[in-house]
């Protein structure tokens, strides 16, 4: 289910739009002299996953201020490998990396079993009157020691900051001179004296996730790539288009750590529709074509690598509802023209990068209003006898192929 923690980070990020955050971290400047000032408000992480899986931890920080270098710096499990690092500004379009620092992470203190790596937030495109700051470090955790119960892990977060050494100094009215500015790097939040996370106990900067043994005895389509990891539904296009031209429920569970993730793509001659995660791994609905626009979106963020359920429903007055773990959807008003002549279905977008998982995938004649229509079965592997099913696919012993089990003129075929 959606927590409600994520909202700190809502206050912070504006995406698409979509809404405008509603609280401002206050920055105490001094005329004197450039100072570091930097926040964190929050870090988050998801609260258990399978062991071996990836993780995204998300930090949420104060924006960049001009003049000032920066690095994050993470304590995390020594176990764990880096996947990738990289922020989204309040306001911005499109996501920066940010590299490793070897200079700042070899200043710190290490506690035993753990490790610390340093990012260096230094690109010049920033904002100092954003918002906020998203950090988006993903991991890839190590399975248990065999034998070795559940176990719990803990990430915490600090800011690192320094007056840049380059940037120009304060004039002295009076001395006519350059003021002396402080260019050492420091711990500014939480302020410490010393490069260490020891002590640090605030909820503020840390995050536990519980590391689960779990036996897998199905398995999911798992799409990693581009053009070689998407599968198509064939089956003839007018059954497509009578699907989608009345009320209809698309259904799945999903996993990712990706950004900007499709999952699903509706195709018809004038546009594509993409049902899949934002820039901040918020679930959408946008189209692709002559117009480009987020349809519907929820407030959420699911890139963190563990399980999510998804349901897309029309009704028959045409009001599109997007679900997320059977919260409240969202509802918008559609068009007539939206899901006209849909003649393809595609898991995955051979145009980007895929990383996510996908599993339970079900299709059917029938609108949902609201999540008690179907919390209860959301959670067990669909009856293939429902009469309201298009199409039903469990993705067990998936192989080159994966049948839908009504009817079995419906299948899925990876390409590749």
Known sequence: MFNRRAEIIFRLITFYSLFVARYSLILFLFASTAHASGEIAFVRAPEEIPEGDDITVIVSASPRETGIDRTLAIDFPASWKLKRAYRVEAGSD???????????????????????????????????????????????????????????????????ERSNPDAPREIDPKTKRAKPVNTEWRMVFPPKLDFSFAGITSKRLIATIRLERISENARALVAEGKKNAIATLHTRPELLAQFFDRPFSIECWFRTTGIQQTFLQFGSDKTKLQLGTGLLGQPLLRSRGAENKVIEAVRAIVNDGTWHNVVLSRDSSNKLRLFIDAGPPTVVDLSNELFQNITSVEIGDSASENDFSIDELRLSRSAYRDPLEFEQAMVTSARDTSQQAFAIFHFDEFGSSARSSVPLLVKFEQKG
């Open 94 to 160: 499109h996501s920066v990396h940010i590299p490793q620092s070897g200079e700042i992470s070899s200043l710190f203190s290490k506690e035993p079993g753990d490790n610390v790596l340093a990012f260096a937030d230094v690109s010049d495109d920033f904002d100092p009157n954003a918002d906020g700051i998203a950090y988006f470090i993903v991991f890839t955790t190590k399975s248990l020691p065999s034998g070795k119960a559940d176990q719990s892990a803990t990430v915490k977060a600090a800011l690192v």
